[in-house]
Each structure stands twice: as C-alpha cells, then as structure tokens.
C-alpha cells in the first residue's frame, strides 16, 4: 500500500511536471506542432467557409443565435432625429446614421475622396496635449474628442476635412520602383475657432469579425508576449496599452481599436454609439456635446437600453472568421515561409489558444490563427498621428489581426489598409512598416519579385 502510494505521486509528479513543461513551451514551438493542424480554421471552431465577413459563429446555441440576429438587424438599422417611434436619438452631432455605413458588410471603411467625399466612414478623432485624469485624451473645447462631420436639422457640423496625398518613390532592390502616397489632413468650416495645437488622429472603421475570439485571449496571453526591453534582440518590443475601463471605473488592459484604446467589446459598441452616432446608452449616458456650444442640455434618459447594448455586442462577439483559401498551393507555402523569415510573425502571431471561458463555451480554448499579438508597437514617424492615447505614442499602433485580410476586395470592392486607409494595396501596406518593423520592411524590399510576390499571395490567402 506504501510503495503503492508512493509510486501513484510520482506518477502525479511526472504528469504535472510534463504539463508545466508544455505549458511553457515558446509560441514558435506550438507553430511547429500544429504543422498538422488545418490551417484553414483561422478561426478554429468558429470559422466559415462562406466568403463573408457577415456569418454567425457556426458553433453557437439557438437562443445566442436569435440574440445575434437581433444584434444584427441593430448593426444596420438607420437612426433618426428624435422623438420618433423608431431608432430614435441620432445627434445633434455624428458621423454616420448606422453602424452597418461604417462597417461596410462588417468589413473596413474608406477614405474620402480629395475635396469631394466628406468623409461618411471615416472619422478624425481629436484632443489637446496632455493627459487627462485617468491618461486618456484630453477634450479639445467645443469638439470634445472626435470631429463629428454631421449634424441633426438645425445644428451645426463641427467640420469637415479636406485631404491632400504626396508622392513618395522608393525602389527595390532589383530596381523596380514604387509609389506611396502620404496624406495630409487640414480641417475645413470649423463650427467654431479651433485653439491652436489640436492633434487629430484619422481612422478607418475596420473589420469586424472574429472579435468574440479575440476578446477571449487571456490577459496573460497578451503580457507574455510583452518584450518591453527586447530580450530576444529581434528589434520587436510591443507593449500593452493600460485604458479606461468604464465599466469597472479602474484601468484595465485595452485591446480593441487602432492604438488598443479599448477594453470591452461592449465599451467600443456603446462609444461608437455615443461619438460616432450621437446615441446615448446606460454606459454613456451623456451625448458626446456636454459641455460645448450645442450640448442639447435636455435630461433625458438613455437613447437605446442596455439591452440593445448587449445584443448589439453579442452580434460582434459572435462574427464568424472566414477560412483561409489554397493553403497548399506551392507559391502559398513559400509565402508563408517568408512570413516567417522576414519576421512578420513576431508581431503578427500565427497561432494562439482562447483562454477557458465557462459563460461563453464557444469560445473557449480555440486554436486559432489571427496573426495579431495585440500589442502596441512603434511604427515609425512616417506613420505617427503625433496624438498619445493612454499608453500609445504618436507612432505606436496596435497589430491588427490578418485573418480574413484576403477577402477585402470581394467583400468591400476596394482595397485600404493601415489606419488612415493610405495603403492602397498589401504591398504598399508592407512599404509603410518602419520603426520596430523597419529590417523587416527593408528585408521584403530586398526579396526577388517572385518572392515578394509569393508573400502577397499568402496575405491573399488569409
Ligand atoms: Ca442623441
Ligand atoms: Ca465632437
Ligand atoms: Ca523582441
């Protein structure tokens, strides 16, 4: 009986010894052992094989899927003016009339054309210098944070901007040239003066989709692949953004948007509500004019419930990834090994497992491929905004996810990448990496132009 005892904790020592070790296996090791994995499940469970960004997870219980479709109908619904018996509290002043005009079939936005298009999907976000009480972004007076281009009858636009492009030319170094262009933003018919040294920020609505999965990435998950002093000297730090947590009121870790600036999936639905709609909800409920010029000074109660709230998040929390197309073509392959020796990977991760999460089983623990480490990371001064947000710099943006990357022309009909839309292809998109992603932009403008090519093609596999 003893010896017995004796030998089952070992046993129990080995097991859990053994466990350590695979947990702490490096994420280039967990690549090498899902070799075997279908790599098309980009979204591991909750991925489809339609060609949409607009599919509900595929694994999901009925009732989630009756919420979600609520969600749904919420996400493209118009609001007007009230009162109205209807999707009432647009304004007094937004950018756009739904969420489904921005999100164009859940996928990104697009910059507004020179001088004509103002700007309906795309949105400046603003602020003076400075910090605020919590280390958000301070309100510029009369605007708050965020340029709202239209306005209900009777009230003021804050503005409008008008956008102009420089040419910048490089060459590979084979000799084959490029152009890039770099826009300059000025803002037009200001409602009222603008104060000197306002900084704006300009944002494309970005896709999306699969963002339930991402919301269900640890903590942890994310701090691990922190490398503040970069130990392991590949010239990559990445960071994580501490963000204004309004529903616990402290600072939480933010992973959502272009600088990481929010931490909720519903924190971003309610404020998008709230800046981008002029709609207030139970999280925001004061209109995003308080205090200014037009601030409608009218107590009244929330413009949508929590319950449109949280139907409008679930319909988010529950977008399904689309699967990855040709995985095994030859020039595929060979772009994903160039993925991996220009590392690409080590900002945009290629695998990663969702924690356990028991109020949400169908997100729990999926392999899933998103090529994101949410973190911030500084891109140099040609893609600076020059406007901190919480811990971000001016040059620091959050990795966005690749998934779903390749589909972009199908689903929008255009192409526009980075946050300000200025990259007109992948390529270019890869030509604006600098700062920490420097020697890995330099190492693809050194590349033959099949294997450059051979990398675009596995982008458009995504
Ligand atoms: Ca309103
Ligand atoms: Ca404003
Ligand atoms: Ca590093």
Sequence with gaps: MFIQAIISRIVIIIISCTLLLIGCRKPQEINDRIENYDERLSGGQQTTFNETYDDAFPVLSASKVTT???????????????????????????????????????????????????GQSFLFKLSMPGYDAHGGSVHVPNYGVQLQS????????????????????????????????????????????????????????????????LDALTDNWMLEHQDLNDANNDGITGKVNYVWNERTQTKTIGRFGWKATIPTIEQQVALAFNE??????????????????????????????????????????????????????????????????????????MTARTGVNMGYTEVSNQLIFPFTDLLLHDMGSELSDNRPEFDALGSEWRTPPLWGIGLSQKINGNTHYLHDGRARSLEEAILWHGGEALQNKTAYTKLTKEDRNALIKFLQSL
């Design 68 to 118: 979600h479709n609520l969600g749904d109908a919420v996400f493209g619904a118009t609001f007007v003016t009230s009162p109205a018996p209807i999707n009432p509290g647009l304004g007094p002043v937004f950018n756009n009339v739904s969420c489904g005009s921005c999100h164009i079939n859940n996928g990104v936005g697009k910059p507004p054309v020179n001088g004509t298009e103002q």
């Design 150 to 213: 239209r306005a209900v009858f009777g009230v003021q636009p804050e503005g409008k901007v008008s956008i102009t492009y420089s040419n910048i030319q490089g060459e590979f170094t084979d000799g084959v040239k490029y152009n890039l262009q770099k826009p300059t933003y000025t803002i037009t018919n200001p409602y009222m003066p603008l104060p000197a040294g306002v900084l704006m920020s300009p944002r494309l609505p970005m896709a999306v989709i699969g963002l339930g999965l």
């Design 276 to 349: 981008d709609m002029g709609i207030t909800s139970p999280l925001f409920p004061v209109e995003s004019t308080y205090g200014q010029f037009q601030y409608d000074k009218l107590n009244d109660d929330s413009e949508i419930n929590d319950s449109i709230l949280s139907t409008v998040t679930f319909y988010i929390k529950s977008l399904a990834v689309t699967a990855r197309r040709n995985v095994n073509d030859a020039t595929v392959q060979q772009g994903k090994s160039i993925f991996k020796q220009l590392n690409c990977s080590g900002c945009h991760l």
